[in-house]
């Protein structure tokens, strides 16, 4: 009698973990395919620069990571458009917020210093090009959504983006003054 107790409970245990493990895996494939390819990659690239001390270095692998190398201008400008991307912006507030406490003031003022070096670093053809771009009608479109997204963030937030959006604000006026 012991040995057909110790056998069905043995039958429910493992057909309870494997009927928990199926949901997990379910579950998680649902949620990958919920969340957009674009926040994985910011993730992903975020995940694999969290380690590194200098701030500076840190967002350099991330860059990096996530975009290419930064000495190709068509990589820098891709991080610079990606400031205006719906899903970047909120890839980016998320990955603020759990970042650590200690890093979330020295990663923004960062990004604020790599903004302000991509404006620096800009040839003239390349002022135009980017001019041109956000003062088309999609580009306007564009830079109108990220504006509205950008302020459905919680004030904390936008309080320490700030020296980044004060960036973006000059490099944008630098621009359409072109």
């Excluded at 649902?30 to 380690?51: F, T, V």
């Excluded at 820098?76 to 909120?90: A, P, Q, S, W, Y």
């Excluded at 090009?129 to 937030?157: H, P």
Aim: with cysteine; aromatic share 6%; charged share 20%.
């Amino acid at each position: 009698m012991k040995t057909k107790t110790k056998r069905a409970w043995g039958r429910i245990i493992g057909i309870s973990l494997l009927a928990l493990a199926l949901v997990v895996i379910v579950g998680g494939l649902s949620l990958r395919r919920r969340l957009p390819r674009e926040l994985m990659q910011d993730i992903r690239a975020g995940i694999a620069a969290r380690n590194i001390q200098d701030p500076d270095a840190r967002l350099n692998k991330y860059l990096e990571l996530r975009y290419g190398t930064q000495s190709d201008p068509a990589n820098r400008r891709k991080v610079f458009l990606d400031f205006f991307n719906l899903e970047h912006i909120k890839a980016m507030q998320m990955m603020v917020k759990h970042s650590p406490p200690d890093q979330q003031q020295a990663n923004v003022l960062a990004m604020s210093r790599w903004v302000e070096s991509f404006r620096d670093s800009l040839q003239p053809e390349d002022c135009a090009a980017l001019s041109a771009q956000l003062q088309s009608d999609a580009g306007r479109a564009m830079l109108s959504r990220a504006t509205a997204q950008y302020n459905c963030q919680d004030v904390y937030y936008r309080g320490l983006t700030a020296p980044v959006i004060s960036q973006l604000l000059t490099t944008i006026a630098g621009l359409q003054s072109h």
